[in-house]
C-alpha cells in the first residue's frame, strides 16, 4: 500500500469569528468544488458544484434527537484539510488495485445552550463526494434517540430520476424512470408488501439515479452503514430536493446512540459521463480497510443449486411433508408423509453434485434441506427452522463425502422466514454444524416481517444484525451470501467475506412476472454500486410455459444476453441459476459460463447508458485472457467494441456468443450463434444485439 500524502494541512484554534467567509474544497482534478458555510442561524450549509456547474445547491445539515437538536446555533470551531493519494488492493472484486485519491475537509462545529459539537467531514474525490456527522463525547448526556436527519440535497432542476418507492422492508422493485414533477404519478402504481409501512409518496429508496439535461449523472447513496437505519430520501417535487428520511423502528425512533459515534457517509457520484458511474469505486474507499488477517480461505466461486425447480411449475416444494398442520406437534419429521415433491434429497443434490464437478463448477447450494419449512410462508411457525438438523431424505454427512470426492463444495441455506432474533440465537451452533460437515458458504434469508421484535429490515436493529452475521461466519471461516438484508453500502471491503447480496428484485422474479430488459441495464448503475449483487444470472429456458402451459411468466432476456449478464453484473459469488438438463440442451453456449471468471485484475466500460445499454471489458486475475459483455434494453442496437484496452503488438481470438439475426427476448429468445474472430489492440467491432438482447467473448492470447 502507498503511503498517504499529505498535501496540506490547516488547523484553525478557536472558533471562527461570527460572518466568517465560507470554507471551499476542491476534488484532486478540480472537477468538483465544494463550498461549506453557517447560516445567519448558524445552520450548517454546503452546495456542490461541478465543472463550474451548480449540480447541488445550498443544502442543510443536520442531526435531530429527543436529547438534543444539531442543526443550528453553531459556530465554526476549527477547519481541518489534508489530500491522500494511495492505493489499496481488494481481496477480490473488478479491480486488483483501487487508487484512494481525495481532499478532505473536517469542520469543528459548537454551539451552546446547551452545549454541543460535531464535526463533519467531506471527502471530494475525483468523481464524487462523501461526508458524515461524527459527534465527540458532549458535555451533558452520554445517549441521543435519534429522531431524523437535517441532511438535504437540493438540485438545480426537474432531471430525470430512476428510483423505486421507498419501502422499510423490500427493495425488490423494479425501477421507474421519471422526473421530479412526475415522481408522484410514478410512485401511485407501487404498493408495498404492508400498506402500514408505506413513507408516503414521495419517498424513493437508496441507491438512486438522477440524470440532468447537459447530462450530468448523479449516484445518491450511502457507505460504511453501521449502527445505523438506513436512508431513504423524501422528494420535494416542486423544489427539486430530496431530505434524508431514516428507517425507524416501529416505535418510531430512528436510532439508539450513544457518544462518541458517526455517521454512515452519504454519498454522491458525479460524472458527464455514466461509465465512470460503473466504475467508480468511491464507496468501497468510504468503507474502513479489510478486518480480517488471514483472507486466504475467502474463494469466490461459481455455483449452482437446488433451487430453480421450485419456481418454474415443477411442482416441486421447499417442505419435506404435506401432513404437518394436521400433526401439529410433532417433533420426529420420521414420522411425517413425505409429499415426494422434495427436490432437497441425496439423489436429486447428488446430481447436481455430478453436473458440477463434470463442468468446473465449485459449488452446489442446496434449498429446503432442514426441519422448519412446513408452513413457514405464513409465520405461524408451528414449525421453527433448525439450522442443525436436516430432514430424513437428506443425507448431510453422506453428501460431505459425495461433495468432497467430486472437489465440489456444497453451501448451505439459511432462510429464517424474517425471525432475525431466533437465528441469532443458533448462530453459533449452526455455524459450527457447517464446518464440521464441509459447508464453507452460506446463503441467508428474511423473507416476510421481522419477528419477534416487529423491526424493519433496514431499521437499525437488522443493520446491526446482518453485519454481526457476517463477522460471526469469518470466525468459522465461513463465506455469507445475504438475501432480504439491507442494501450494501461497501462493506464487503471491510469484510470480504460477505460476497454478494440480493437486496433488489432479482432473477428469481422471472419466474413471477418477469424483469424486463431495461432492468439489468440498470441495476450496474445503482443497486451494484454499493456492492455485488446475487442476481442469479445464467437463465438458458426463459419460458416457463415450458415446463407447466399454465405459467405464461417470460424473462426479459435471450439466452446470449444471459451469458453477458456474467460480465455487466459482477459478482465474486455468481449462480448458474438453470436445470443441469437445460444447460445440456445448449452444451456450446454453457462453454462460456464454465469459463468465465468471477475475480478480476481490471476492467474497461466501454459503453454506457442507464436503463439503455452497457458494454464492459474485464481482464482475467488469474490469466491474460480478456472478456467482454454487452447488453442492450428492448430496442436492438449495434455495440461498438474498441479493442484498444488489449497490448499492442499481440494478437488474441474472441470467442462470440452472440444473438442470433432472428433473435427476440420475447420471440425468439434462445436464438444464438457462435464465431471466432481474430482482434487486437487496434480492432473496433461492430456487435449487433437483439432487442433484449446482448453478446459476450472470451479473448484469449494466440501464441
Request: aromatic share 12%; hydrophobic share 35%; charged share 25%.
Amino acid at each position: 500500500m502507498k503511503t498517504i500524502t499529505l498535501l496540506s494541512l490547516i488547523c484553525l484554534a478557536g472558533a471562527l469569528p461570527a460572518g466568517a467567509p465560507a470554507q471551499t474544497i476542491a476534488s484532486p482534478s478540480g472537477d468538483l468544488t465544494l463550498v461549506f458555510g453557517l447560516s445567519g442561524e448558524g445552520e450548517p450549509v454546503y452546495s456542490l458544484d461541478y465543472k463550474g456547474k451548480r449540480i447541488v445547491d445550498r443544502s442543510r445539515l443536520g442531526l435531530r434527537g429527543d436529547e438534543r437538536d444539531f442543526t443550528s446555533g453553531f459556530e465554526i470551531l476549527s477547519v481541518d484539510t489534508l489530500g491522500v493519494d494511495r492505493t489499496w488492493q481488494p481481496v477480490w472484486g473488478e479491480y486488483a488495485e483501487i487508487r484512494d485519491n481525495f481532499r478532505e475537509m473536517a469542520v469543528g462545529l459548537r454551539a451552546s445552550a446547551p452545549e454541543r459539537e460535531m464535526t463533519l467531514r467531506f471527502r471530494l474525490f475525483d468523481d464524487g463526494l462523501g461526508f458524515r456527522y461524527e459527534f465527540p463525547r458532549q458535555k451533558e448526556g452520554s445517549y441521543l434517540t435519534l429522531k431524523d436527519e437535517a441532511t438535504e440535497f437540493n438540485f438545480t432542476g426537474d432531471h430525470t430520476l430512476f428510483c423505486i418507492p421507498g419501502d422499510y422492508d423490500t427493495d425488490e422493485y423494479l425501477w421507474s424512470e421519471t422526473t421530479f414533477s412526475t415522481l408522484p404519478e410514478a410512485m401511485n402504481g407501487y404498493r408495498t408488501h404492508s400498506e402500514a409501512q408505506r413513507t408516503g409518496g414521495n419517498t424513493i429508496q437508496t441507491p438512486m439515479l438522477l440524470k440532468t439535461a447537459d447530462p450530468v449523472y448523479v449516484n445518491v447513496h450511502e457507505a460504511a452503514l453501521v449502527n445505523y437505519p438506513a436512508m431513504l430520501l423524501d422528494v420535494d417535487t416542486d423544489g427539486h430536493a430530496m431530505k434524508a428520511h431514516l428507517v425507524p423502528d416501529r416505535l418510531g425512533v430512528a436510532g439508539y446512540m450513544q457518544y462518541p459515534f458517526q455517521t454512515p457517509w452519504r454519498t454522491l457520484i458525479v460524472s458527464d459521463d455514466a461509465r465512470d458511474i460503473l466504475s467508480s469505486q468511491l464507496i468501497l474507499n468510504l468503507n474502513e480497510p479489510c478486518a480480517i488477517e488471514d483472507t486466504s480461505w475467502i474463494k469466490p466461486m461459481k455455483f449452482m443449486g437446488v433451487w430453480w425447480e421450485m419456481f418454474t411449475g415443477h411442482q416441486k416444494t421447499w417442505a419435506y411433508s404435506d401432513d404437518y398442520l394436521a400433526k401439529p406437534g410433532i417433533t420426529d419429521y420420521t414420522a411425517l408423509t413425505p409429499n415426494g415433491r422434495h427436490p432437497a434429497n441425496t439423489d436429486n443434490v447428488k446430481r447436481y453434485i455430478d453436473f458440477a464437478a463434470a463442468h468446473g463448477i465449485e459449488g452446489v447450494l442446496v434449498e429446503g434441506w432442514n426441519e422448519g419449512w412446513e408452513d413457514w410462508a405464513s409465520y405461524r411457525k408451528n414449525r421453527q427452522f433448525l439450522f442443525d438438523k436436516a430432514y430424513p431424505d437428506f443425507d448431510v454427512e453422506g453428501l460431505h463425502e459425495y461433495a468432497r470426492s467430486k472437489g465440489v463444495k456444497l453451501i448451505m441455506h439459511h432462510e429464517t422466514a424474517a425471525n432475525a432474533a431466533d437465528y441469532a440465537l443458533q448462530l453459533d451452533r449452526a455455524f459450527q454444524f457447517m464446518k464440521d460437515n464441509g459447508y464453507d458458504a452460506v446463503k441467508t434469508g428474511y423473507v416476510g416481517a421481522i419477528i419477534p421484535r416487529s423491526e424493519h429490515h433496514t431499521s437499525q436493529w437488522m443493520v446491526d444484525h446482518v453485519l454481526d452475521v457476517a463477522k460471526r461466519a469469518a470466525d468459522y471461516q465461513i463465506m455469507v451470501d445475504s438475501h432480504e438484508a439491507p442494501r450494501p453500502t461497501g462493506l464487503c471491503r471491510t469484510w470480504p467475506n460477505w460476497l454478494a447480496q440480493e437486496s433488489a428484485r432479482g432473477g428469481e422474479f422471472e419466474s413471477m412476472g418477469g424483469n424486463p430488459p431495461s432492468h439489468t441495464a440498470l441495476l450496474p448503475f445503482t443497486r451494484l454500486k454499493g456492492g455485488p449483487m446475487d442476481y442469479t444470472p445464467g437463465l438458458f429456458e426463459t419460458r416457463l410455459s415450458y415446463y407447466n402451459e399454465g405459467k405464461d411468466s417470460q424473462a426479459g432476456t435471450t439466452l446470449a444476453r444471459q451469458l453477458a449478464l456474467y460480465l455487466t453484473m459482477p459478482s465474486p459469488m455468481q449462480m448458474a441459476c438453470d436445470l443441469p438438463e437445460n444447460y445440456e440442451r445448449f452444451p456450446d453456449a454453457f462453454r462460456f459460463i464454465e469459463d468465465v471468471p468471477v475475480d478480476w485484475r481490471d476492467s474497461r466500460y466501454l459503453e454506457a447508458e442507464p436503463a439503455r445499454y452497457i458494454t464492459v471489458a474485464r481482464q482475467d486475475k488469474h490469466s491474460d485472457d480478456w472478456y467482454v459483455g454487452a447488453i442492450t434494453d428492448d430496442k436492438a442496437r449495434t455495440a461498438l467494441i474498441d479493442f484498444s484496452f488489449l497490448p499492442e503488438g499481440r494478437q488474441y481470438e474472441a470467442t462470440v456468443y452472440e444473438d442470433a439475426p432472428d433473435a427476440d427476448w420475447k420471440d425468439n429468445p434462445q436464438a444464438y450463434r457462435i464465431r471466432k474472430v481474430k482482434v487486437d489492440s487496434g480492432t473496433r467491432l461492430s456487435q449487433y444485439l437483439a432487442p433484449g438482447g446482448g453478446a459476450a467473448m472470451r479473448v484469449v492470447p494466440l501464441p
